[in-house]
């Protein structure tokens, strides 16, 4: 079942979506708007928002997601233009783990957790109000690295894993009100977090030997199962983290994948 596309403008749905300028964000915008919702997308890069505002029923906001202020800015210009918000998608995020014992470490992590923590629990303080009117839906694009610890990356690791659970409080919270909550964890996606990656191409090819499909995703294969989680087809989901990994986090990881050597 898919979401029926509003049409009109009397039924047209309406999306705040954080993280806005590149990868999985962009690709959530271009979705939305192309399936018919009116969409604020908001990014720290004015350049990266830049063609998104010639889209149609597109309008931006250049801001920090760590700053309470920008939040509400969002879903003030959400109701401003558009006069509602159905679904916010909390999805800004950025790496750059220091090593623990470096100088400096706490203010880095402290950043970090800003904008993968704070920046989420802000936009969703910003617009659950006017989600309830809405019986709308929050999406927080968390990740596998929520799921488990990767090398040198602890301070990720712990604020995508602490957005996993995030979702189950908030969405025992607000399911009274109608309110579904939920996280996407992406696994390796190519965007401008993995560029580094998918840059190298014999780094590229060892790390996709790891994962069982055997590729890093497009990021609108997760903007789908972003559509997915907001639309009315997961009416009944709520609290959850929908994986779209390619089968990383299903996998051991002891053995060879199947057609590979040792
Ligand atoms: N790409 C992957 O492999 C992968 C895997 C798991 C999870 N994720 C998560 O997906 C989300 C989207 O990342 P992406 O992969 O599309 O990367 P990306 O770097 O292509 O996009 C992230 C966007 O967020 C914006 N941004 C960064 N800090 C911001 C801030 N403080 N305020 C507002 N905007 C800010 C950036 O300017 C950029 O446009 C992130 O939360 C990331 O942690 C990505």
């Known amino acids: 079942m898919t979401d029926a596309s509003p049409t009109s403008a ?14 999985i964000g962009r690709a959530s915008v271009e979705l939305f708007a192309a399936r018919g919702h009116d969409v604020v997308a908001v990014d720290l890069s004015a350049p990266g928002l830049a063609d998104l505002a010639d889209i149609d029923h597109v309008v931006t906001v250049v801001g920090d997601v760590s700053e309470e202020a920008v939040n509400k800015e969002a879903v003030a210009v959400a109701l401003e233009e558009f006069g509602r918000v159905d679904t916010v998608i909390l999805n800004a ?13 706490m203010d880095k992590a402290d950043h970090i957790i800003g904008v993968n923590l704070r920046g989420p629990i802000h936009g969703l303080r910003a617009s659950i109000s006017a989600l309830k009117e809405t019986r709308g839906s929050a999406v927080f694009t968390a990740s596998v690295a929520g799921l488990r610890g990767d090398p040198g990356n602890w301070a990720y690791n712990a604020t995508k894993g602490a ?7 908030f969405a025992v919270d607000y399911a009274s009100a109608g309110v579904r909550i ?16 998918t840059g190298d191409p014999a780094l590229l090819s060892r ?25 009315p087809a997961a009416s009944y989901i709520t609290g959850t983290t929908l994986v779209v990994d390619g089968g990383l986090d299903a996998n051991l990881g002891i053995l060879p994948l199947p057609g590979q050597s040792w």
Do not use: C, Y
């Open 182 to 197: 939920n996280a996407l964890a992406p696994g390796l996606t190519r965007s401008g977090i993995t560029v580094d990656v």
């Open 163 to 169: 957005l996993i659970n995030l979702v189950r409080a």
């Open 207 to 231: 790390i996709e030997r790891r994962i069982p499909l055997g590729r890093f995703a497009e990021p609108d294969e997760q903007a789908e199962a972003i559509w997915f989680l907001s639309s």
């Open 93 to 105: 995020g950025i790496g750059g783990t220091p090593a623990l014992e470096s100088s400096g470490a």
């Open 10 to 23: 009397a039924t047209r749905r309406v999306a705040v979506v954080t993280g806005a300028g590149s990868g």
